[in-house]
């Protein structure tokens, strides 16, 4: 007898992240994704609740971090940094190179996503669609309260334009990138960000927590 079983899907890391409640909508989502993780769950509340608080390793990672870790920012030095906060950042072995962005909580130094390796990219890009996936992301999660902290002015620039006016040359190694850059260009034409994003003042605060120390 068939197994009509319904299962839900949590996708983390993928084209769309987010819940479905078919393995095809599920794999059209992570197939041929760099990085994509993923999972099945027996019930809706279980995958919704999954996707809330992260994949395994996230999750317990920030439960390790909640239980009692110190905070990475000095506050009483440094009071006017935003304490709800996450900061995002990108690097990228050469101009274009291998490219790759991330974004973590200012409070903590926790990784809440990181995307890549990109192909025959710049830095720029991957600064301007790490705001774009940040902005995606707590939209999605209904959040309209947490700042997003860039140490771009190009990439947030770009933002606030809605393009990003890159000058990269198109190549058969970084299609993808250019459909991801495509799809942050009609997401920030199609909403209007809730969140704040701000400029990290390095300078006078260090670098930016997201940083990827390759300097």
Same mark, same amino acid.
């Given at each position: 007898?068939?197994?009509?079983?319904?299962?839900?899907?949590?996708?983390? %890391? @993928?084209?769309?992240?987010?819940?479905?409640?078919?393995?095809?909508?599920?794999?059209?989502?992570?197939? &041929?994704?760099?990085?994509?993780?993923?999972?099945?769950?027996?019930?809706?509340?279980?995958?919704?609740?999954?996707?809330?608080?992260?994949?395994?390793?996230?999750?317990?990672?920030?439960?390790?971090?909640?239980? @009692?870790?110190?905070?990475?920012?000095?506050?009483?030095?440094?009071?006017?940094?935003?304490?709800?906060?996450?900061?995002?950042?990108?690097?990228?072995? &050469?101009?274009?190179?291998?490219?790759?962005?991330?974004?973590?909580?200012?409070?903590? &130094?926790?990784?809440?996503?990181?995307?890549?390796?990109?192909?025959?990219?710049? #830095?720029?890009?991957?600064?301007?669609?790490?705001?774009?996936?940040?902005?995606?992301?707590?939209?999605?999660?209904?959040?309209?309260?947490?700042?997003?902290?860039?140490?771009?002015? %190009?990439?947030?620039?770009?933002?606030?334009?809605?393009?990003?006016?890159?000058?990269?040359?198109?190549?058969?190694? #970084?299609?993808?990138?250019?459909?991801?850059?495509?799809?942050?260009?009609?997401?920030?034409?199609?909403? %209007?960000?809730? #969140?704040?994003?701000?400029?990290?003042? %390095?300078?006078?605060? @260090?670098?930016?927590?997201?940083?990827? @120390?390759?300097?």
């Amino acid at each position: 007898m068939a197994n009509n079983r319904v299962k839900w899907y949590v996708v983390w %890391t @993928g084209s769309e992240p987010g819940v479905c409640n078919t393995w095809e909508e599920c794999e059209a989502r992570v197939k &041929g994704y760099p990085g994509a993780r993923y999972k099945s769950f027996a019930t809706q509340e279980e995958a919704v609740r999954a996707f809330r608080e992260g994949d395994d390793t996230a999750a317990a990672v920030l439960r390790a971090i909640a239980s @009692g870790s110190r905070e990475m920012i000095n506050y009483e030095a440094i009071p006017e940094i935003v304490r709800d906060s996450i900061a995002v950042d990108g690097a990228c072995s &050469g101009n274009p190179g291998v490219m790759e962005y991330r974004g973590v909580d200012v409070p903590t &130094g926790a990784e809440l996503f990181h995307q890549g390796p990109f192909a025959d990219a710049t #830095n720029n890009v991957g600064e301007f669609l790490a705001v774009v996936h940040a902005l995606a992301l707590f939209h999605r999660q209904g959040n309209d309260h947490t700042a997003i902290y860039s140490d771009s002015r %190009t990439a947030l620039a770009w933002v606030r334009d809605r393009k990003c006016k890159s000058k990269l040359a198109r190549t058969a190694r #970084n299609e993808y990138l250019f459909e991801l850059i495509a799809r942050a260009e009609a997401w920030l034409a199609s909403h %209007t960000p809730a #969140n704040r994003v701000l400029k990290w003042n %390095t300078a006078e605060w @260090g670098e930016i927590p997201a940083d990827f @120390g390759r300097k």
